[in-house]
């Protein structure tokens, strides 16, 4: 096992920086580019429902959701009334439903793909209550979103122990101050990654003046802009890319962005994409970056579990062209591009992520159905479980590492225990129906 490691990490040593100019996307679907966060006279902006959405069009927006604070709601009751203006459609851009939870302790958006009932959510506002507002808005299949960390009076004061979707990493005015961004990106976002959470990174411009002496100091719509992956062209699939992660941040519309993806058994199948989890964490793993787009002296660089990963820093400079690396995991991982533009960060891809879930999904081949096995958790430090929804009895086989059978068993049972307590921390397999074998760790 030992040779096998050596021999796999000489071939990361050997491996050589690639540019393919041809770019392939094995994933169907397509990017949508739009804001995520503005106001309009609804709230605090100065801007008319109608001139915001003629401005998001000109931009090439794909998507766009206009988020007036919430205070709409207290003197209208029903809900955010920014949502009933008419001029609020348009036939180029899928229109998402927003609005910023604001108080005194923090904003957030909420984000729906169609209008959600407000009054829990409001009555959480007022009782200062954001994993209660967070839950309701998920329950209703939207999305809560932490506005502005640290930015200032408008920082975020309650804590982040509780189920939210996402984090705004670079927020329009706060650019001003380079700095505030990168603290966002490195001393909240990716502690709470390596604390084994999975938030979704996102940008909004937090645009309050489409046309005011303010506009020449303040960033206007689209700066940042977020890019979402989805394969359905309509809000729901922007919820959703939203909340797989499958998302991309550049400072401007006209800025490139990137793709990043990962080939798990290096037979150039880039099956996985940013925002997704691999359960494994020993293989040797290919990684490619996409350029989209063109801009001089670009660098990109690997960010693996909040640290820069030595020797892969790129320079790239053809447009729409790719860099492949690659790496070993080697424990629960996850790895994220930043693309710089003479030195200054342009665009930020989400994570990669390896090991996260406590659950392997194992597709096993049963009656020429495919049926569902789960094996859990996985990595383990004593019992291992596999749930059988097949309602066919299977044949388990526990090897270890030399191929030796240690525990055999035909059952019935939905759910199986195996006891790997008294066998020694290491890699084992775990064999379905003398099919495909599945790798388990004890730690
Ligand atoms: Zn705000």
Redesign the pocket.
């Known amino acids: 096992m030992h040779l096998k490691i050596n021999t796999l990490k000489k071939q990361i040593f050997l491996f050589c920086l690639n540019v393919i100019t041809t770019i392939s996307f094995s994933q169907n679907g397509n990017w949508y580019k739009g804001d995520l ?1 503005s106001h309009s006279r609804y709230s605090d902006g100065s801007s008319s429902v109608s001139s915001i959405i003629a401005n998001a069009e000109s931009k090439g927006f794909t998507f766009y959701v206009l988020t007036d ?1 919430d205070k709409t709601y207290t003197s209208n009751p029903g809900n955010p009334i920014h949502w009933k203006d008419t001029a609020y459609h348009s036939n180029k851009m899928i229109l998402l439903y927003g609005t ?1 939870w ?1 108080t005194n302790n923090g ?1 957030a958006c909420i984000w729906n793909s169609k209008p959600f009932i407000y009054d829990s959510i409001f009555q959480a506002n007022k009782l200062g209550q954001p994993d209660k507002a967070a839950e309701i808005g998920k329950g209703q299949g939207g999305i809560f979103s932490v ?2 960390p640290l930015s200032g009076s ?1 920082r975020w004061e309650y804590n982040y122990n509780f189920e939210f979707q996402s984090l705004e990493i670079l927020n329009g005015p706060f650019s001003y101050l380079p700095s505030n961004n990168k603290n966002v990106i490195t001393t909240v976002w990716e502690p709470l990654l390596l604390s084994g959470k999975r938030i979704t990174a996102v940008g909004g411009s ?1 645009m309050h003046y489409l046309n005011s002496w303010l506009t020449s100091f303040l960033p206007n719509l689209g700066s940042p802009t977020t890019y979402v992956f989805s394969n359905q062209n309509n809000a729901e699939g922007i919820i959703d890319g939203i909340k797989k992660g499958h998302v991309c941040i550049s400072n401007s519309p006209s800025e490139p962005h990137l793709d990043f993806f990962a080939d798990i058994h290096q037979n150039n199948q880039f099956n996985f994409m940013m925002g997704d989890e691999i359960a494994d964490t020993n293989s040797l793993i290919i990684f490619k970056v996409n350029l989209i787009g063109k801009q001089n002296n670009l660098t990109f660089q690997v960010i693996k579990n909040g640290i820069l990963l030595n020797n892969h820093t790129f320079s790239i400079s053809a447009a729409d062209s790719s860099i492949e690396f690659s790496d070993i995991p080697g424990q629960k991982s996850y790895y994220r591009i930043e693309l710089l533009s003479n030195g200054n960060p342009v665009s930020w891809t989400n994570p990669i992520y390896f090991g996260y879930e406590t659950r392997t999904i194992a597709y096993v081949n049963s009656n020429s159905e495919l049926s569902k096995i789960e094996i859990y958790p996985n990595p383990t430090n004593d019992d291992v479980y596999i749930r059988n929804k097949t309602n066919e009895s299977i044949n388990i086989k526990l090897y270890n590492v030399t191929g030796e059978v240690l525990v055999q068993v035909s059952t019935y049972d939905e759910t199986i225990k195996i006891d790997l307590e008294t066998y020694s921390r290491g890699i084992y397999f775990i064999k379905i129906n003398d099919g495909k074998s599945y790798k388990v760790i004890k730690q």
């Open positions: 966060h604070h910023e604001t904003h506005n502005h408008l937090d």
